[in-house]
């Protein structure tokens, strides 16, 4: 799956910086094309990504993103550290969920949002 949606993210002129994830989420650090705007792109990851998984096995024709998203940007003097954080995800969510740890970084930067619309 990272490196179809790295293709993904080259074909649109996106150029990819970084994938990695565990089963349950997926971080891409890309810098953003100026023909398109960031809702399109990741409806276009989403899209093209899902179709091409439920096509490619019987066993995966359930699978499904879920309908939102969290978007970011990356101040140069941060990106290793964020690099660094996408390249360890499985030491991270040894001893926290992806949730608890998503909430714990929308309160540290004062972001608003509704617990029932973040996990949708």
């Not at 993904?8 to 150029?15: H, K, Q, S, V, Y």
């Not at 810098?31 to 398109?36: D, E, G, K, V, W």
């Not at 705007?37 to 024709?61: C, D, F, G, M, V």
């Amino acid at each position: 799956m990272h490196a179809y949606l790295a293709t993904i993210c080259r074909d649109l002129g996106a150029e990819l910086v970084r994938i990695g994830g565990v089963a349950d989420h997926v971080h891409i650090v890309t810098t953003l094309p100026r023909t398109l705007s960031q809702a399109q792109l990741i409806e276009h990851i989403k899209k093209t990504s899902s179709k091409w998984i439920k096509e490619l096995n019987a066993r995966y024709r359930g699978f499904f993103w879920q309908r939102g998203y969290g978007a970011f940007s990356v101040s140069l003097s941060q990106l290793r550290a964020v690099l660094q954080y996408i390249g360890t995800q499985q030491e991270h969510h040894r001893t926290r969920t992806f949730q608890e740890e998503y909430r714990e970084l929308l309160h540290r930067h004062g972001v608003d949002f509704d617990e029932r619309y973040v996990w949708d």
